[in-house]
């Protein structure tokens, strides 16, 4: 009987593996990190991609006045120099991402970028 189970526990994780990554899913359980410093007036990644799926942005304000970070869709709140904050989104794989700081002329010095998903 223990054999039975196990082997029907074997076809079940067997089976869900090929479903998700025969239907463009992904087996990966955990978000990637991204760090984010923003700085007048610039952003600097750590990393320029990241597999599909959940990412987490960290961002932190090394500047001297506010920021925000904006990517697919998504926007963190405004941080005040020296504060954080957490993001995270869902990255569509193969697809480019602008991001980009919403402060009115923020952008247009420099505050933004693309980012890819693997």
Request: charged share 20%.
């Amino acid at each position: 009987m223990k054999r039975i189970i196990t082997l029907v526990a074997a076809l079940a994780v067997a089976a869900t593996t090929f479903a998700v990554v025969a239907y463009g899913g992904s087996t990966r359980a955990t978000a990637t990190t991204v760090r984010v410093g923003a700085k007048e007036f610039k952003f600097s990644l750590s990393r320029k991609s990241a597999p599909h799926g959940k990412v987490t942005f960290k961002i932190k304000n090394n500047g001297h006045i506010q920021h925000d970070f904006k990517i697919a869709g998504k926007k963190s709140k405004m941080l005040s120099p020296g504060k954080s904050t957490i993001l995270t989104v869902t990255l569509k794989k193969g697809k480019k991402y602008p991001y980009i700081c919403t402060v009115p002329g923020h952008a247009a010095a420099g505050m933004k970028g693309s980012f890819k998903a693997t």
